[in-house]
């Protein structure tokens, strides 16, 4: 079923995109990341030595701080930033610098609805503009689902409010890892081929979800090819 969206795009069409590295000079890391009007920026510090308590010492840990456009962190924010953190531990190789801690800091500039999937994808190109070891990439797409069962991908804020339903996306990029020597092998660390990460909003039924995750795994191929771009500048031979 086919739905007029305010802004003239089909169902399956994104917002345009862009992103630029190195946007932060004192970072060793850092990125920006817009979808429409929604614009994340992402700096890394680190790693450096020592991890928080409750860390596992042998291996790297990675701390997000969550800075909102205006006003105090919250409920929401704090959420944000646990999921973050696990989404990109789980693409960092964490057994290369044990017993250290890099920290993301992702400020928002402005949302306009798929704040925390922009989020991700700004994350994960600062990693990459850092040289953290990464075991892959990752992108992140929102899925909504309207009361007509209609599934829109990275709505505005405005369709967010109007929505029954959506789901953040984490998928993995193609079968490449982005190492600081450009090596394609990852030892002996699995390839996740599935969703990374999925964090639903609204009541949804199994149907709804899987149409979802359909329709979020193909954007995920754009996304992909256009963080590969962008980023790939650092490692131009292959490295991603």
């Not at 754009?222 to 963080?227: A, M, N, P, V």
Request: charged share 20%; with cysteine.
């Amino acid at each position: 079923m086919e739905i007029d969206r305010p802004d003239g795009r089909s169902p399956n069409q994104l917002r345009p995109l862009a992103c630029s590295c190195s946007v932060l000079h004192r970072a060793h890391g850092s990125s920006s990341w817009a979808q429409g009007e929604t614009k994340v920026l992402a700096a890394v510090y680190g790693p450096k030595a020592g991890t928080k308590k409750n860390e596992n010492p042998e291996k790297a840990s990675v701390e997000i701080i969550w800075k909102p456009k205006t006003g105090q962190i919250g409920k929401v924010e704090k959420e944000y930033e646990m999921i973050l953190k696990k989404t990109l531990e789980s693409i960092c190789i964490r057994t290369i610098y044990p017993n250290t801690t890099t920290t993301v800091i992702v400020q928002v500039v402005h949302d306009d609805g798929a704040l925390l999937p922009c989020a991700i994808n700004a994350a994960c190109a600062a990693l990459v503009d850092a040289g953290i070891p990464l075991k892959h990439l990752a992108v992140a797409i929102c899925c909504s689902v309207t009361d007509s069962g209609c599934v829109l991908l990275d709505p505005t804020k405005d369709e967010e409010e109007k929505l029954k339903a959506f789901a953040n996306l984490v998928f993995p990029n193609a079968i490449v890892s982005v190492l600081p020597d450009r090596s394609l092998q990852v030892g002996t660390e699995p390839m996740a081929h599935g969703v990374m990460t999925s964090v639903t909003q609204g009541a949804m039924s199994v149907e709804d979800y899987l149409h979802c995750l359909e329709r979020g795994r193909a954007a995920s191929t754009r996304l992909s090819e256009f963080l590969r771009k962008n980023v790939g500048l650092k490692y131009t031979s292959g490295g991603i």
